[in-house]
């Protein structure tokens, strides 16, 4: 929220500087974000006096001016605005200075030929407002040479982050009563000029709808004109607080809210028929709100209408039809308090945000609803004129005071800090509080963030300092500390440093995606999340895959100009499990995408990243994780993201995955816009069996061989359709106490190999113990192998 200081000491009396208005602010709970000082934009820019003005000698809508600056000789200055006139006083830019709309800096220069020496500006041109069709007027008792922001009392403005919990506080007056509340100076009493009503209210107003709208006070004002703007005063306040000012009546209201917090409405009296009322909208009524966008309303949403149809989706947005123009000239003033869950779910529902949603989801003061409508007449009618009508108050607001039985020593128990039982009443009391004798409070009605005692607590620690309450060690348990990170994390912490080792750059995405990002991803339609309320429509779906996230990620790197991505990722995927309950399964995701090794005099072209460099970052990482890969299967079925002759899964029997990896499909790349080839990896690390025990815990120490190990080489017929991670595991265990290792060091086809057949050469690494191999055993650990092949289909090539 901004406002002016101009603006906070219309309600606080105080002699506070900027600083220490902000670091007060910071003290007491309300977070300054940002200072800003419209004197700075402004330098450069004084009152000045238009001495003569003179038609441009080749230009015809040009003149040339003598500007007296109150200092030195009379400047020439070339001006367009068809309101430069010789007399009049506005605002003169000099060389130096720079133009707050457009940034642009002034110079001396040439136009068409005559020198200028300046600008004289136009309210937009300085960012006053919108009007551009002439340079400023300035009042004839303007002092020339002044410094604009001087002149204009250019006053710094705070921007402030209100929390959810305080809507006390999302006007400046609320802003003022905690900074008086904390000693910084005097609130100042606001009290309405007494305005004579004329006749009862002549339009029937009421509320249908006690849940949503549970009080609803209007009334009319006839013989308002609202072609005259509204005053300087108030259009420099909302333009502090980043509202342009639109019309004398709409600035009144948002005055009242800015100020208040407390929205309120204006119709034309001219556009309604019949009785105002509030009530439940009916299913498929249509309203075209001030947006001018048409949202379609259901029975669960409060409206404002009248006989002929919708005007309002109440405490959210006026509609388009009924709202005041120039030529408005009666009006109906309406200020009612809206049930705050109710607010939240419509607004939700249409997707529409408003300042007074913001408010009245929050929760306004319920209390305000007279001397609000008060303050709201009394404004339009001293800015536009007219005769008001007597109030009409329909229905009751939740006006009843909470009580809350409160014991004072209470605060040094919850909020670390002794404070006095009368400092402890005074604070409370300048907040609004009621302390009876016994330490009875009772609640301000605004205040809906007050439940308990312990809020109370809170509202006399900030008041009296969060820095006055001591910083104290949590106490801590003798001896050594217990760790306190669970398997799971351990697990996590140990891959992350694992897949860094290798190469590849950590990515954080979104846990949310796009609904066709997700879909392609998800193995079961029925099991994918998607969110009611989403951030927006590319944040819909909850991720079945962190391949989508890393896939988007490494495409924003190729645009970019990056020949190669190795992004991995650390998280979760989400399902909807059995019963509608959530599923969510930590997994690690690897994109490899573009070249794996640039062009080189070795090897000349660059290397694009294929399936085995899928496979390999999947199996390193899965042996870093403790998995026993040694028994790890290689089978299909990777999913249909992947290319189906390009990838596989590593499973451990049948039925348990731990990892699939490949190269993705095309179709996949063409859905994410992705050129190929890409591979990706995805471990699913609740599928990585556990320990037992302290298995593990305590290593052997690592001995040597005494004697050389000596390898054998095997050369197979196999089946073509034979995996060879199958052949290499049953050769290893043919003799599990003399084989140590074995590899695939060649594969063939072609002339002298049969059709159909592939021929794999194994290389096998035999390890003696404490005595050297003879003949013999060589020779049956050669005929363990070669039968261990033949179960798997293979046979010695001769």
Not at 15 to 43: F, K, T, W, Y
Request: glycine residues 10%; hydrophobic residues 45%; aromatic residues 6%.
């Amino acid at each position: 929220m901004k406002f002016s200081v101009e603006w906070l000491e219309y309600f606080l009396d105080t002699d506070a500087s900027v600083a220490e208005i902000a670091a007060a602010l910071n003290q007491i709970g309300h977070e300054v974000e940002g200072i800003e000082d419209p004197a700075e934009r402004l330098a450069g820019f004084r009152v000045a006096k238009v001495l003569t003005a003179a038609k441009h000698p080749d230009a015809d809508k040009l003149q040339v001016l003598t500007v007296d600056t109150g200092e030195g000789d009379p400047l020439q200055v070339v001006c367009g605005a068809p309101n430069a006139r010789a007399g009049m006083k506005g605002v003169l830019g000099l060389p130096g200075a720079v133009v707050p709309a457009n940034g642009m800096e002034l110079r001396k220069s040439a136009i068409r030929g005559v020198e200028s020496n300046g600008m004289m500006c136009s309210v937009r041109e300085l960012e006053l407002g919108d009007e551009h069709d002439g340079i400023i007027e300035l009042p004839e008792d303007a002092p020339v040479g002044q410094s604009f922001a001087d002149y204009h009392s250019a006053s710094p403005i705070l921007d402030v982050a209100i929390t959810p919990n305080r809507p006390d506080c999302m006007g400046v007056q609320g802003i003022a009563r905690d900074l008086a509340a904390a000693g910084l100076g005097t609130l100042k009493p606001v009290e309405a000029d007494d305005v004579a009503a004329s006749g009862p209210c002549p339009v029937d107003i009421r509320t249908d709808d006690p849940q949503g709208c549970p009080a609803f006070y209007g009334r009319v004002i006839r013989g308002v004109d609202n072609t005259r703007p509204s005053p300087e005063w108030m259009q420099r306040r909302l333009i502090a607080a980043g509202q342009r000012p639109i019309s004398a009546l709409v600035d009144a209201t948002n005055y009242l809210m800015l100020a208040f917090g407390r929205p309120a409405h204006v119709y034309d009296l001219a556009k309604l028929s019949g009785g105002v009322v509030a009530r439940r909208a009916k299913n498929g009524e249509t309203v075209e709100a001030l947006n001018e966008k048409t949202y379609t309303l259901d029975d669960t949403m409060t409206v404002i209408a009248d006989d002929e149809g919708v005007h309002d989706i109440a405490g959210i947005m006026g509609g388009e039809h009924s709202g005041a123009t120039t030529d408005t000239t009666d009006v109906l003033l309406e200020i009612a308090y809206f049930d705050p869950e109710r607010i939240g779910v419509t607004g939700r529902k249409l997707g529409l945000a408003s300042d007074a949603r913001t408010r009245f989801e929050r929760g306004v003061d319920p209390a305000f609803l007279d001397e609000g409508l008060a303050l709201l007449t009394n404004l339009i009618v001293k800015t536009c004129g007219g005769t008001p009508s007597e109030v009409v108050r329909a229905g009751q607001p939740p006006v009843e005071a909470q009580v809350i039985a409160f014991d004072p020593a209470l605060t040094a128990r919850l909020g670390g800090v002794e404070v006095a039982d009368d400092t402890q009443r005074a604070i409370l009391e300048s907040l609004d509080f009621t302390v009876g004798a016994d330490w009875s409070v009772t609640c301000p009605p605004r205040r809906h963030d007050i439940e308990g005692a312990a809020d109370l607590v809170e509202e006399v620690v900030r008041i009296y300092g969060l820095d006055k309450v001591e910083s104290v060690p949590l106490p801590r348990q003798p001896g050594v500390a217990r760790p306190t990170a669970t398997p799971l994390q351990k697990l996590e912490r140990k891959l992350r440093r694992a897949a860094a080792a290798r190469g590849l750059n950590e990515a954080v995405t979104w846990s949310f995606l796009p609904t066709g990002d997700a879909a392609h991803f998800a193995e079961d339609a029925d099991a994918l999340w998607v969110l009611d309320n989403p951030i927006s429509e590319d944040m819909k779906a909850m991720r079945p895959s962190l391949i989508p996230g890393l896939l988007a990620a490494a495409k924003r790197n190729a645009d970019r100009g990056a020949a190669g991505a190795r992004l991995f990722e650390i998280g979760r995927r989400y399902f909807r499990g059995k019963n509608g309950a959530s599923d969510e399964r930590p997994t690690l995701g690897v994109v490899l995408a573009g070249q794996r090794d640039a062009r080189g005099w070795a090897q000349g072209k660059a290397r694009m990243f294929d399936a085995y460099d899928a496979k390999a970052e999947a199996m390193a990482l899965l042996e870093a994780a403790g998995a026993p890969v040694a028994n790890l299967m290689v089978m299909g079925e990777a999913g249909d993201q992947f290319h189906p002759g390009q990838s596989a899964t590593l499973r451990l029997g049948p039925k348990n995955v731990l990892a699939r990896f490949g190269a993705l499909h095309p179709a996949t790349l063409k859905a994410f816009d992705v050129d190929g080839p890409v591979m990706a990896v995805e471990l699913f690390l609740d599928a990585i069996p556990a320990k037992k025990g302290n298995a593990g815990f305590a290593r052997p120490a690592y001995s040597p061989p005494a004697l050389q190990a000596i390898t054998r080489d095997f050369a197979f017929l196999v089946p073509a359709d034979l995996a060879a991670a199958d052949l290499v595991r049953a050769v290893k265990g043919a003799d599990k106490q003399a084989i140590v290792d074995a590899r695939v060091f060649d594969v063939f086809a072609g002339q002298g190999v049969p059709e159909g057949k592939l021929s794999v050469a194994v290389e096998v690494l035999l390890q003696p113990g404490d005595k050297s191999f003879t003949d013999a055993e060589i020779k049956a650990a050669s005929d363990k192998i070669v039968a261990a092949a033949a179960k798997q289909g293979a046979e010695l090539r001769g």
